[in-house]
């Protein structure tokens, strides 16, 4: 490692692999520092992404995929199932172990250094703008200066919060999960599952995403405020001692996203946040690999554009921003209102729901559709749905 680059990226997750490649292939000397020993590892997610906006990002290798899938079955409380076809779009479950890796490998083929086992613990700071980080890696201590530092280092964030940014998230927006990946089991790996229901989920879904017919990672996300009263734990073993008695459970992990709006203020003077540093998930399904992978990749971009003008300040930088807000950002505060919607459904309305998407013949099912037979028979929840989605 060097004393100085022209960026540092905080975290090899999308994010964070996405924004190095930028960087480098736009020339900038560029060094990702990742905290763990291994890019990749732990996988704490449930590998879902679409194939269509895969592809936009970046051509998908088959390595990377472990599963497609051509469509969702929805299980109301009630137990009826909906099925909801692709049309021909798909859905991958990736093996985000290869994935991530392959990411990060991508950027080092564009000239990005990368360091494992590097922990980040403070950004330097010179007249108020972040010029660095304070980094310690295989037990030794180490300043390294950055003309801008980019911070996706997920969730939990410190890189923003160094820099005074305000990071916190609040609990009715905080998804909590647990998933495991279990093997042993039969499932037609043609479909992703989710199950609603205040037993099964409350203020959240189950999941089940198939990696072959007898492999699943099967997971649960709650709200914040409903693990007080029971963990999403509990509820997931209800599930699996129900529905997967004899599977064996080959890997645990839990972990939190982000179901809230993108952060007020992703940019600071030198530094730039990305992916769930920035809260930049998707607040209804709580997916944010394809979305981390976009910001990444514009904050990378827009740090080369900075540089090459040489000036980093937050009013340069704030093009980050505005293209987040502009491409992507304005339609998830439109899914924050879905999810708040969403939040106070009811078995019955789910149930209710259910109905009249098992109405729609198959081949005509797609949320539209779902949203247009909904608003002629206007049961009130379900306008609420319709008008935070016509914004
Ligand atoms: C159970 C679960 C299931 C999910 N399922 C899906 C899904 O099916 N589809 C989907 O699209 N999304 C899913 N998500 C969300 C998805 O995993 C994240 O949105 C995505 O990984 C965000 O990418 P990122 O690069 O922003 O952050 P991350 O992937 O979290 O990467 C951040 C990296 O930064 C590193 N880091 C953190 N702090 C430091 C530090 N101080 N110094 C150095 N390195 C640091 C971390 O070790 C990590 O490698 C799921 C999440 C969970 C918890």
Not at 88 to 114: N, P, S, T, W
Not at 119 to 139: A, I
Not at 350 to 376: G, S
């Amino acid at each position: 490692m060097r004393s100085d680059y022209d960026c540092i990226v905080v975290g090899a997750g999308p994010a964070g692999s996405m924004a190095a490649e930028a960087a480098a292939r736009k020339g900038l000397r560029t060094l990702l520092l990742e905290k763990d020993r291994e890019i990749g590892v732990p996988v704490r997610c449930a590998e879902g992404v679409g194939e269509r906006e895969l592809t936009e990002l970046v051509q998908p290798r088959e390595r990377w995929v472990a599963n497609v899938v051509q469509g969702a079955v929805l299980i109301a409380p009630n137990g009826k199932e909906v099925v909801i076809e692709g049309n021909g779009d798909r859905g991958l479950v990736l093996d985000r172990k290869i994935f991530d890796y392959d990411l990060a490998a991508m950027a080092a083929a564009h000239g990005a250094e990368i360091a494992t086992k590097a922990y980040v613990f403070d950004v330097l700071r010179t007249d108020g703008r972040v010029t660095g980080v304070r980094v310690q890696h295989l037990g030794r201590t180490h300043d390294i200066r950055a003309r801008v530092v980019i911070g996706a280092d997920g969730v939990e964030s410190r890189v923003g919060r160094f820099a005074g940014l305000h990071t916190a998230l609040k609990l009715r927006n905080l998804g909590s999960c647990l998933q495991v990946t279990l093997a042993n089991i039969r499932v037609d790996p043609r479909y992703v599952y989710a199950y609603f229901g205040e037993a099964v989920a409350p203020g959240g879904y189950l999941w089940i995403f198939p990696k072959s017919e007898t492999e699943a990672n099967v997971g649960i996300g709650i709200l914040g405020p409903y693990t007080k009263q029971r963990s999403a734990m509990r509820y997931l073993d209800d599930f699996l001692r129900r529905r997967f008695p004899h599977a064996a459970v080959l890997y645990t992990v839990a972990g939190c996203v982000p179901v809230a709006k993108t952060l007020k203020k992703i940019i600071a003077p030198g530094l730039m946040l990305a992916g769930d540093a920035a809260h930049q998930v998707n607040p209804v399904t709580g997916g944010g690999i394809i979305t981390a992978m976009f910001a990444g990749r514009l904050a990378g971009n827009v740090a080369a554009k900075a540089i090459a003008a040489n000036d980093v300040s937050e009013n340069m930088l704030n093009e980050y921003a505005r293209e987040w807000h502009r491409q992507v950002g304005q339609k998830h505060e439109r899914l924050y209102r879905v999810k708040e919607s969403i939040i106070k459904l009811r078995d019955a309305d789910f149930n209710r729901l259910a109905e009249i998407m098992q109405d729609i013949p198959p081949e005509e099912r797609t949320l539209l559709t779902v949203l247009k037979k909904a608003l002629m028979r206007k049961p009130a929840l379900i306008l609420d749905l319709v008008r935070a989605f016509m914004g």
